[in-house]
């Protein structure tokens, strides 16, 4: 059931057997993360990031990471390498990246090998 719910929040996003409506993809995702699921978590702060509403996507990002997502550790992690809605931090920011790449995220995975070489 909570993968039905998950899946309508895509469905509605991606217009995908229905009308593309952003409305419904948030209502659908909202009651996915009512019922703890990280991945929708994760795509209601990808939403709130594409609409440059840094806060929010802060909110549900740290959530989804504190459900173990690990793709969300990666984007705090950019949250704090450029002060996006929390102080600048590159120190935390290397930890999520970290955290995120010894989960095998591939954009932290690259982010790290970039940094080590411009340091």
Known sequence: MHDAVLAMGWFYLNGVGVQQDIKQALRWYRKSARQ???????????MAYDERDYADAEVWFTRAAEKGHAVSLYWLGKFYWRGNCVLENRKEAMALFQRAASKKVPAAQRMLRFLSRHP
Do not use: I, N, T, W
């Open 36 to 46: 703890g699921d990280s991945r929708a978590m994760f795509s209601l702060g990808q």
